[in-house]
């Protein structure tokens, strides 16, 4: 969940017509896409250049297109710059401790080259169920880096599966904050909801991962980051003792534990002031919950890989060098998705096909997909869709509203480009260019929203 950016806000006037907001938005996404390809522009530059240059362009005062990236920026890195910050540190000691080389050498082993990217797709699908996508990303990238180093398979057959199950998790499937507020909003049934989501996500996560991996593998090839280098990887690893796979599990689950124990009270009890769901709202804060695992690993991974107190302290130091590019790149990301909402030209989308005659199931798609594609936010298309579509779901039944949400859920994931800061995040771990990531993440983005449309359209001929 991005937090609140607590910096001074200069008020955002009305921006300017309908087609000045959608002709700035479409030219600055090109602008970004060829500073970057063609002029080789770094990243952070060129998404800075693009963001205040589409405010302006959209009507917005020079001071307030300026405030409201600055604003986006903070709140992105207040947000996802902390927990990638705390997965970096973990995934380090992770790494050093010879903790990821015990959990990689048994998927390894274990499965095959042909199962293995199905054994990834379960992992992320087991992660994302109750974890938001930018924790288990961060959670994960160390075991899908290693994986693939040590198995020899494509980074690219390795990473789709477990990306595929994070995001469709994220997407369809209550607790996450998208659904949850779709749930809310539209008065959903909890339990359907969650029933029917993880019944979609299934075959959703098979198509969107292992099977697609197949065919994006083809299409990118990217040598495996120098990321996470292990003791074993650099031939120091022979005299050195490793944490247990049980401890070393221990550790990877316990900040999913921490917000399942959350999720699970909050939806027994919501609302509760109690002392007990305070302490898990507290712990299960992602941000918390991340937290204690840094130091579970400083503590368990260390003394069990045999570091002493400056080896601790010297793979936290390495740790936050490498992912410096990737923190800024990904704040300038959620930066020019706020000027873009700041706009409103997410109000002009939902304005234009409030009155459409269309299906309510493939409305409410097309509602969430348009914003998402506009803002670069799944949790505003899902927000802003559930709000235009509340009248029409007070008069349907309890399973076509929870269609609903999912419906919603879907099509707030279409089309993940470079106004969104998830975009930024996955390129700059797996080492891809801006054509490869359009390639691979973003047509994976585009497969789970389209066939969890499909798994909601068929669910509603049969239910």
Known sequence: MILP????????????????????????????????????????LALSIGAVGVGVGAGLAPAAAVTSFSAGFGATMAGVGILVGFGAMFGKLLADSGGADRIVDSLVTRSSARTLPWTMALIGGLIGLPMFFEVGLVLLIPVIILVARRSGLSLIRIAIPALAGLSVMHGLVPPHPGPLVAVTTLDANLGLTLAIGVLIAIPTVIIAGPIFSRFASRWVSVPVPALFLTN???????????????????????????????????????????????????????????????????????????????????????????????????????????????????????????????????????????????????????????????????????????LMVLAIGAGSLFLSHVNDAGFWLVKEYLGTTVGQNLKTWTVMECLISVVGLAGVLLLNIVI
């Open 5 to 44: 950016y607590a910096a001074p806000v200069v008020p955002i006037e009305p921006a300017g017509s309908d087609l000045q907001l959608i002709l700035a938005a479409l030219v600055g996404v090109a602008v970004i896409i060829l500073l970057i390809t063609w002029l080789k522009v770094h990243p952070f």
């Open 232 to 402: 074993e990887d650099q031939g120091l690893g022979e005299n050195m003792r490793r944490p247990s796979f049980l401890i070393t599990i221990s550790g990877i689950l316990l900040p999913v534990v921490l917000m399942l124990a959350r999720s699970i009270a909050d939806a027994i009890d919501p609302g509760s002031t109690s002392p007990l769901n305070a302490t898990l709202d507290f712990l299960g804060t992602p941000m918390i919950a991340l937290g204690i695992a840094v130091i579970y690993a400083m503590i368990v991974f260390g003394r069990g890989g045999g570091m002493d107190r400056a080896g601790v302290a010297r793979s936290l130091s390495d740790s936050l060098p490498p992912i410096a590019g990737i923190l800024l790149i990904v704040g300038a990301g959620g930066g020019f998705k706020q000027v873009l909402i700041d706009t409103g030209i997410g109000t002009v989308i939902a304005d234009a096909v409030a009155g459409s005659s269309v299906s309510v199931l493939v409305l409410a798609w097309f509602v969430a997909a348009l914003i998402r594609v506009a803002t670069g936010s799944a949790t505003v298309a899902t927000v802003t869709a559930a709000g235009i579509l509340a009248p029409v779901a007070a008069s349907l039944g309890s399973t076509d509203v929870s």
